[in-house]
T-cell receptor, first 114, second 114 residues
Framework: EAQVTQNPRYLITVTGKKLTVTCSQNMNHEYMSWYRQDPGLGLRQIYYSMNVEVTDKGDVPEGYKVSRKEKRNFPLILESPSPNQTSLYFC?????????????FGSGTRLTVV | DAKTTQPNSMESNEEEPVHLPCNHSTISGTDYIHWYRQLPSQGPEYVIHGLTSNVNNRMASLAIAEDRKSSTLILHRATLRDAAVYYCILRGGPYGGSQGNLIFGKGTKLSVKP
C-alpha cells in the first residue's frame, strides 16, 4: 500500500532532550515536507526537500533540523525541544513539488514537551 | 493570508449529495485548485485538483466556474465517513510558493447526519 509512515504516533518528552521523528514513504516521491498543526494557526510548513540532499526552510523552521540522505526518508530532528514545540506534526510527500501534483500525508505525530 | 474563502461549516444528510463552495476571486491563470480533507485525528488527505475543466475521481467531483473565480467540490453521496474539514487551496502562480507549500486556511467543517 502506498503510504507515508511516521513514528512515533505519540511522544511525551522533557525540555532539552533531543528527539527525532521519522518519516518514510514507499512511493519513490521526490518531494517531502514537514508541517505542524496548532489550534487557531492551522497547518504550517516547517521544512521541505525537493530531492536527496536538497532541503530548505519553510515558514516556521526555528528549532528544527532535517536531513534527506535517502529518497524515502525525511526525519525531523528537534535538538533541544521546548514547550512551544508541543504540536501535531505531519510529514507529506509528492511525486514533485509542482502545482499539478497532490500530496500524501502521514497519520501524524502528537508531540508534548514538558 | 488565505487566498480562498470557504464557509466555516456545513451540514448534510447521509446519502445525499454535498456541494462545498470555494471562492477564489484573485486566482491567477496558472493556479491549480486543490481540495484536501482532514478527518478527525488524521492527517490531511488529497481529494482532487483541477486547472480549468471539471474533474472527476473516485472520491469526488470538482466543478470550476468558467471565470475560475469559484469552484465547488461535490460529494455525490455523503457518508458518515465524509465528516471532516475540507480545505480549498490554490497552488502555483503567486500563491503556490517556490517551496511547494500548501497554504491551509480554516476550511469548511462538514457534518453528516444519519
Amino acid at each position: 500500500e502506498a503510504q507515508v509512515t511516521q513514528n512515533p504516533r505519540y511522544l511525551i518528552t522533557v525540555t532539552g532532550k533531543k528527539l527525532t521523528v521519522t518519516c518514510s514513504q514507499n512511493m519513490n516521491h521526490e518531494y517531502m515536507s514537514w508541517y505542524r498543526q496548532d489550534p487557531g494557526l492551522g497547518l504550517r510548513q516547517i521544512y521541505y526537500s525537493m530531492n536527496v540532499e536538497v532541503t530548505d526552510k519553510g515558514d516556521v523552521p526555528e528549532g528544527y533540523k532535517v536531513s534527506r540522505k535517502e529518497k524515502r526518508n525525511f526525519p525531523l530532528i528537534l535538538e533541544s525541544p521546548s514547550p512551544n514545540q508541543t504540536s501535531l506534526y505531519f510529514c507529506a510527500s509528492s511525486l514533485s513539488w509542482g502545482p499539478n501534483y497532490g500530496y500524501t500525508f502521514g497519520s501524524g505525530t502528537r508531540l508534548t514537551v514538558v | 493570508d488565505a487566498k480562498t474563502t470557504q464557509p466555516n461549516s456545513m451540514e448534510s444528510n447521509e446519502e445525499e449529495p454535498v456541494h462545498l463552495p470555494c471562492n477564489h476571486s484573485t486566482i491567477s491563470g496558472t493556479d491549480y485548485i486543490h481540495w484536501y480533507r482532514q478527518l478527525p485525528s488524521q492527517g490531511p488527505e488529497y481529494v482532487i485538483h483541477g486547472l480549468t475543466s471539471n474533474v472527476n475521481n473516485r472520491m469526488a467531483s470538482l466543478a470550476i466556474a468558467e471565470d475560475r473565480k469559484s469552484s465547488t467540490l461535490i460529494l455525490h453521496r455523503a457518508t458518515l465517513r465524509d465528516a471532516a474539514v475540507y480545505y480549498c487551496i490554490l497552488r502555483g502562480g503567486p500563491y503556490g510558493g517556490s517551496q511547494g507549500n500548501l497554504i491551509f486556511g480554516k476550511g469548511t467543517k462538514l457534518s453528516v447526519k444519519p
